[in-house]
């Protein structure tokens, strides 16, 4: 946590000094969800003959890197707004863009395992 009021680039570092860990802990969710997802899915081919699209998967991980970068942008905005009320700002925020990512990362294999069950082979 912060202790005071940061200057704009502490902001920035702060947000990129989380980046490497925010992409592992994403990635490593990912690829578990990439296997659970190929795994489901090659029991029943004919169910599911189109498996991710590699471009999918690598816009995924554009996609989430560019909200990434929205997290400091938003802060340094809250900032501009709220001074001295946004000490908690930037660590609450980092949270819940990881817990969304994270979820974000379940979907297919859940809608494959919906699929899945409730279908005939």
Not at 53 to 70: D, V
Request: charged share 15%; net charge positive; hydrophobic share 55%.
């Amino acid at each position: 946590m912060p202790d005071g009021p940061r200057r704009w680039y502490q902001v920035i570092i702060w947000w990129e000094l989380r980046r490497i860990p925010y992409n592992a802990i994403v990635g490593f969710v990912g690829i578990v969800c990439l296997l659970v997802f190929v795994l489901l899915a090659s029991q029943r081919p004919k169910q599911f003959e189109d498996g991710p699209e590699p471009i999918a998967i690598l816009l995924f991980g554009f996609g989430a890197n560019f909200c990434y970068t929205g997290g400091w942008i938003a802060e340094l905005i809250a900032r501009s707004f709220w001074r001295n009320r946004t000490a908690h700002f930037g660590p609450v925020m980092f949270s819940l863009g990881l817990l969304f990512s994270v979820a974000l990362c379940f979907l297919p294999p859940l809608f494959v395992a919906l699929i899945w069950i409730t279908t005939r082979p």
